[in-house]
T-cell receptor, first 116, second 111 residues
Framework: DTGVSQNPRHKITKRGQNVTFRCDPI?????LYWYRQTLGQGPEFLTY????????KSRLLSDRFSAERPKGSFSTLEIQRTEQGDSAMYLC??????????????FGPGTRLLVL | TQLLEQSPQFLSIQEGENLTVYCNSS?????LQWYRQEPGEGPVLLVT?????EVKKLKRLTFQFGDARKDSSLHITAAQPGDTGLYLC???????????FGAGTRLTVKP
């Protein structure tokens, strides 16, 4: 399978616990996005990486959220001290960019988080 | 206020009917994408429109990008129950590299 993969697919945790999600993008894609999607809404942009550099973060990304892409390949999104409001689907997408040209982004299946 | 406004938010029709969903913005986009999303899955790309005024057809689906590259529409002819899903439009405004999504149109096609 050469698509975007995310692990785990589902995560149930108790309030206050830390969770970490992983995204493996399409191998040649140099840009990686994280989104959050709640029920009935479209995905909301959280952050994106160009190779290993984190270039932009949404104001939705509080201090409890941190994302890394250490080698410019896979990425992790960590949520510390989870709150019930963090319950959502977390989506990862990757895209190949060359200069100003951007190809199409492809999404992973998402990680559904439930905070009890 | 969302950068991309989609309408209608919900649409329930009978099999065989035609429908159009809209994606509007006050911003200019270098391209717009349409996705379909099933419950519990990530969005799946349907089409990317790049040129103002562009029309693309995908079987019974017709996508149009506005001349000013601020809006787009998706028209489905003779809808089928398999078309049921959440239809999302998305794009990056020309002034930045964020990818923004509309809230989606949830389509239900009844047999």
């Amino acid at each position: 399978d050469t698509g975007v993969s995310q692990n785990p697919r589902h995560k149930i945790t108790k309030r206050g616990q830390n969770v970490t999600f992983r995204c493996d993008p399409i191998s040649e894609h140099n840009r990686l996005y994280w989104y959050r999607q709640t029920l009935g809404q479209g995905p909301e942009f959280l952050t994106y990486f160009q190779n290993e550099a984190q270039l932009e973060k949404s104001r939705l990304l509080s201090d409890r959220f941190s994302a890394e892409r250490p080698k410019g390949s896979f990425s992790t999104l960590e949520i510390q001290r989870t709150e019930q409001g963090d319950s959502a689907m977390y989506l990862c997408a990757s895209i190949l960019t060359e200069g100003e040209k951007k190809e199409t982004q492809y999404f992973g299946p998402g990680t559904r988080l439930l905070v009890l | 206020t969302q950068l991309l406004e989609q309408s209608p938010q919900f649409l329930s029709i009978q099999e065989g009917e035609n429908l159009t969903v809209y994606c509007n913005s006050s911003s200019v986009f270098s391209s717009l994408q349409w996705y379909r999303q099933e419950p519990g899955e990530g969005p799946v790309l349907l089409v990317t429109v790049v040129t103002g005024g562009e029309v693309k057809k995908l079987k019974r689906l017709t996508f149009q990008f506005g001349d000013a590259r601020k809006d787009s529409s998706l028209h489905i002819t003779a809808a089928q129950p398999g078309d049921t899903g959440l239809y999302l439009c998305a794009g990056s405004p020309i002034e930045n590299n964020d990818m923004r999504f509309g809230a989606g149109t949830r389509l239900t096609v009844k047999p």
